[in-house]
Every structure is written in C-alpha cells, then in structure tokens.
C-alpha cells in the first residue's frame, strides 16, 4: 500500500507562489501516475494536475494553466506541484494521488491512494 504526505502549504499573498511536495512510501513509485486534487470549503474535490510514470506527460485543468507546473523525481519518491501567480480562488485543501493504467485520468475515482491533503490560502 502506498502511503503519500504532502508538505509546502502555507498563507500566500494573491500573486504569490508555493511548493507543494509530497512524498511517497512505495518504492515502486515509478509505477503510478501522481495527480494533484483540491477541495474548497462547501466544494467537491476537484483536478488540479496529473503527470505520468515517467514524467513525460502532464494534464492540467484550465484555470491553473499556465501557473501551475507539476513535477516528479522518481529518485526521491516524490512529486511536485510548483504554484505561481497565486490567486483567492486557488485557496483549498491539496491533495496528492496515486493512480496505476496508462491514462492520465482526472476522475478522483479512478486513484487509489490520498495524501492527508495540505492547507493552502491565498489572501487578497
């Protein structure tokens, strides 16, 4: 079982940026696509990012585009999420994922493994 633990949220000031990290137990890392989720107070968990086994994919959702970059270092067992241009709407809960398949899936049902999920608020 993969057990993941995110790190790197913090209170940011809109146009700011963060470093979200998370950290996996499995060694197999290698073997899943890791995706970023987050849920806003009275919201449901949405997609942020996804990025393959490899790292040679990546799959954003629209409005983070162009701000966020999601990374991975198979070395160290851990992905990132690199968060520029922070804006109010951007504050959630994140969440990172473990997924197997050779589809970028942005459905959280189709990932098998959650963080605990880091605090992140961006204030205007």
């Known amino acids: 079982q993969v057990q993941l633990v995110e790190s790197g949220g913090g209170l940011v000031q809109a146009g700011g940026s963060l470093r979200l990290s998370c950290a996996a137990s499995?060694?197999?890392?290698?073997?899943?696509?890791m995706g970023w989720f987050r849920q806003a107070p009275g919201k449901e968990r949405e997609f942020v990012a996804v990025?393959?086994?490899?790292?040679?994919?990546?799959d954003y959702t629209d409005s983070v585009k162009g701000r966020f970059t999601i990374s991975r270092d198979n070395a160290k067992n851990t992905v990132y999420l690199e968060m520029n241009n922070l804006k109010p709407e951007d504050t959630a809960v994140y969440y990172c994922?473990?997924?197997?398949?050779?589809?970028?899936?942005?459905?959280?049902?189709?990932?098998?493994?959650w963080g605990q999920g880091t605090q992140v608020t961006v204030s205007s």
């Open positions: 499995e060694h197999t890392f290698s073997n899943y696509n």
């Open positions: 990025i393959s086994q490899s790292g040679g994919t990546t």
């Open positions: 994922a473990a997924a197997t398949g050779s589809l970028l899936w942005r459905g959280t049902s189709f990932y098998h493994y």
